[in-house]
Each structure stands twice: as structure tokens, then as C-alpha cells.
């Protein structure tokens, strides 16, 4: 299956031609974003935790504390909405009405699963290790078995998803094209800086590659 | 008041350390950020939509079309939760364990009303353009009755909210100091590039200044 079946849930309603439901495109937000926007229901209460993440094919895996109340909710099967949201950029039209932003979001659906395997639950933080940190993982200190037991991972299986996309300069209403006003885009780019070493950083540790061209 | 009582339900369980709760610490996070994350519950399912928004003093002001569901659902009185989340760097430990993330974000929650009256309607879409495009205001056509008409304006009183904050550097269990493995942080920054002018902009009109500062 390469697209999700469009339904109540996940129809983009409010400008629908801007609803994509190809996995490619979803997949393609989801990767190249560092977070995500995890919500919950609780006591009917809506509750929305920023968290890293990572994909494994049609799963999404996010872990923590084995404390998180978030995760023991996901854990024991709750449904679960997940959203993340590039920013591309304002929209600054003639009239204050057309005013937009720029971006591409996905929101998905899903329920999940704690990991509970040992070798699976390693393989899962290899998983979101490189998915935000190419490269690290091969070498650093790997998880022993107390911080094994103190992180929880959950795998969400998405059962529905859209993505929202907005790209493009302004469009106004024919007759504003003659007001003598501004219009474009301020476009808006998450920038990785230069590393800066731990001022605890041993002498003679060289900045590695794979974070120069991060 | 100038603290939110800690509850139950704002209360930063993991890493409790990092949580605060004062306004002018949670003010600003709000304020720096140019999107949130809209979190409510329909049929017991989680929602989680990406918008735009503005502060008004202890209100957050969300806007959008008079069709959008979301703010249907938040006009008719229901709990909402909105995070905002900054993203400020990758930390990268010696260990595995001990990579994190420098953040900082909000998690509120609130009830909404419709902003009916026609003046006051006015006053908020100009408190949500300078809240994102300082300067536009004055410049641009003002909204006419029938943009009023179609747009959507609720108005959230932030009723408890706390703030999550982690900076610095990796800290890392004392042993692993040792290990020849470099640490530190990938600091990131949202970046606003330089204005791109709409293809159809007239000829003469120049980039103005509130631009250039942006």
C-alpha cells in the first residue's frame, strides 16, 4: 500500500488541495523532521508532549523515561495522534486576509506497543540513534542493562495519516496587484550550527566527520 | 499572579528539574515561537494541529477559517491544549543513554470562546499580524466584511501552563569521561532568510526596512 485510505480522519478539510495521502511525501516530513508533537487523551483531557522520534517503515518509534506517563499511555494501546510541522516560511500578501505561512505537516494516527524484547528494544535505539544522529551510535558508550531498564520504547503502527503542504509565493485577490504594498515570502530554514565541544572534552578528541557534514 | 499553581495536570514529571512555572519564563517561549501545536479531543480521539498564534497578555489568540473544525471544537467551550516547542540543540554524550536535546517548550491548556464582536475582531487579527509579521499591519489592505465573515477568531485563557527548559552541555556518568569519544552540543537555530519578492510584485516597489530586520 502505498497511499492511506482518506477518511474522516485524516481528510484535510480547510484548503483540501493542499492534502497529500501518498506515504511517499508523509514519509519524506517525517524524516527530515527532529520532532514531533505527540497527544494523548487522558480523563478526556487532551495532552500534546514534544518528543524525537524516528520511522521504521510504517512505525514510529519514541522512547524515554520508563517513568513518562506518555509512554505507559501509548504503551497500554491507547490511540494516539501524532504531529510534526516544517516551517518554510511567511506568506506576506497584499491584503492582511491572504497573509500565509509556508510548510509541509503530517498528522498520523495510531496505536502502539511497548518493546519489550531486549535485542529488539537495542535494535529500536539504534534506530532513533541514527535517525537524529548519524554515525553516533558506532561510537559511543551502548546502553547497559540499567539504562536499559529505566528507557521505555513504544512502536506506533500508523494506521492513517495525511500530510498539509504549502508552498509558493502570495496570492491575492486580482484587484490588490495594483497596490503599491510589499509582497513575497520570508523563507525559514532550521540551521544546524558549528559543534561546540563539552568545555569537558579530553584534549586531543578531533571534531568528527559525520558531525561536519550534519 | 505571576506563577501558575502547579497541578496535576502541568506538572513536569520526568526530569522535574527542568520545569518551570512562572509566567515571564513561559511568556517568552510563547512569544518567540511562530507556530504551536493544538491539541483537543473528538469522539475520545487525540487531535494535534499545527497553527499559528498570538499572546494577548493570559490569552492566546488562534485564527483560521469559519470551516475549520478545530475551531469549532474550541469555540464550543471544550479543553485545549496547546505546547510550543523551541528547539534548541542536539546533546551529544559520551554514552548513548545520555544524549538529549536542548529545548525549550510550553504545555498549556485552556478553554476558548468566539470572538464575535466586529471591533473586537479587528483588534485581535492586528494582534496576530504583529505578533508574527511586525510592520504588516499598516501597510496591507485591512480585511473587508466578507474576509471578516469567513474568518474564524477564538480566544484561549490560558488557565494552567509550565514551561520544560533543558541547556548546556552533555553530562555524562563520571567513568565515561574517559572514553575517546568527543562531546558537545549541534546547536540549531530557526533561520529567516533573506525576503523573496512575489514573481508578480510591481516594478518599483522596494524590500522595506521592517523586512530587512526581521
Known sequence: MSKFEKTEKNRVRTAARRGHYDKKTIYEIIDEALICHVGIVEDGVPFVIPSIHARNEDKILLH???????????AAGHQVCVTITLLDGLVLARSIFNHSINYRSVVLFGTGRMIEDEQEKM?????????ITPGRWDVTRKPNAKEMNITTIVELSIDSASAKIRTGPPVDVKADYELPVWAGTLP???QILP????PKLADGIPTPDYLADY
Open 64 to 74: 524515554g523515561s520508563k517513568a513518562s506517563r506518555l509512554l505507559k499511555h501509548i
Open 123 to 131: 535494535q529500536a535505539l539504534e534506530t532513533l540513534s541514527e535517525f
Open 188 to 190: 525559514i530554514q532550521q
Open 195 to 198: 559543534p561546540v565541544a563539552d
